[in-house]
T-cell receptor, first 112, second 113 residues
């Protein structure tokens, strides 16, 4: 069974530029999560989808971050404009009915 | 507000030692607790998941315990090997929530040959 796929794996941008990350969850997993992991810290949930709908986006900086999950499968997370403090690893995870979460390899973002 | 703390932040041991990693949480109303392993530049790999009704889970050389009343969990690694070197993260899922995990900051383990 294929795992959670993410791309790109690495991205370097300048501040004020925009960037987008893509995630393809495990087939059949209705719940999808985006986490932000700053160096030396544990991951922090940014947004959670159940199928197409947003379940929790309470910690998403909505002035610059947006996310969508079209057709209840793939998801994209966008940052516009990026700030230096957005440098982090962005992890996507999926689960079946909100149970055990399976994580992708992450996208490492560096904002210069 | 649920807070998860892991101590120590870093640990270095010689190969073959048994070791314990600690995780504490402030709200005992959890649905489950999960231990993950993270290798440098990689995603998270789930090691053990303990439901709130369970006291421990075992997988190979790993044993995780859960004491909800005291807000503590431990991950015991027997006969450590250099390949165990990684960051270990614990995460709790709160009762009644949608599956959101609250993570500790991790313990970085180095096992020296």
């Amino acid at each position: 069974e294929a795992g959670v796929a993410q791309s790109p794996r690495y991205k370097i941008i300048e501040k004020r530029q925009s960037v987008a990350f893509w995630c393809n969850p495990i087939s059949g997993h209705a719940t999808l999560y985006w986490y932000q992991q700053i160096l030396g810290q544990g991951p922090k949930l940014l947004i959670q989808f159940q199928n197409n709908g947003v379940v929790d986006d309470s910690q998403l900086p909505k002035d610059r971050f947006s996310a969508e999950r079209l057709k209840g499968v793939d998801s994209t997370l966008k940052i516009q404009p990026a700030k230096l403090e957005d440098s982090a690893v962005y992890l996507c995870a999926s689960s079946l009915a909100g149970n055990e979460q399976y994580f992708g390899p992450g996208t490492r973002l560096t904002v210069t | 507000k649920q807070e998860v703390t892991q101590i120590p932040a870093a640990l270095s041991v010689p190969e073959g030692e048994n070791l314990v990693l600690n995780c504490s949480f402030t709200d005992s109303a959890i649905y489950n607790l999960q231990w993950f392993r993270q290798d440098p530049g990689k995603g998270l790999t789930s090691l053990l998941l303990i439901q709130s009704s369970q006291r421990e889970q075992t997988s190979g050389r790993l044993n995780a315990s859960l004491d909800k009343s005291s807000g503590r969990s431990t991950l015991y690694i027997a006969a450590s090997q250099p390949g165990d070197s990684a960051t270990y993260l614990c995460a709790v899922r709160l009762s009644g929530n949608t599956g959101k995990l609250i993570f500790g900051q991790g313990t970085t383990l180095q096992v020296k040959p």
